[in-house]
C-alpha cells in the first residue's frame, strides 16, 4: 500500500514539474510556448504575415513544439519509472 502511495506522489511531482517546463517555438516572428504536458501557455502571431501565412507557421509552431514537449514527457515519465533513455 505504501508502494502504492509513492508511486502516485511521484507521478503528482512529475505533473507539477512538467506544468512548470516551459518550451517555444518561433518562426517567422510566429511564437508559440506550451508547457512540458503540451499545453499551449501563449501564442504571439506576427501581423505581417498574411492569414494564410499565419495560420501555416502556427501549425508548424504547434506541431514541433508539442514533439518536444512529448519527449520531455516520456524521459521524465522513463525517470520515475526506472527505465533511462
Known amino acids: 500500500m505504501f ?8 507521478l503528482k511531482e512529475l505533473d507539477q514539474n512538467l506544468a512548470k517546463e516551459l518550451l517555444e517555438k518561433e518562426i517567422d516572428g510566429v511564437k508559440v510556448v506550451v508547457n512540458g504536458k503540451a499545453e ?5 502571431l506576427n501581423p505581417e504575415l498574411s492569414k494564410e501565412k499565419q495560420e501555416e507557421v502556427l501549425k508548424e509552431c504547434i ?10 514527457m516520456a524521459r521524465k515519465a522513463a525517470e520515475i519509472s526506472g527505465l533511462n533513455f
Open 3 to 10: 508502494d502504492k502511495l509513492k508511486q502516485l506522489n511521484k
Open 40 to 44: 499551449i501557455v501563449s501564442i504571439e
Open 63 to 72: 506541431n514541433k513544439v508539442s514533439q518536444e514537449a512529448k519527449i520531455i
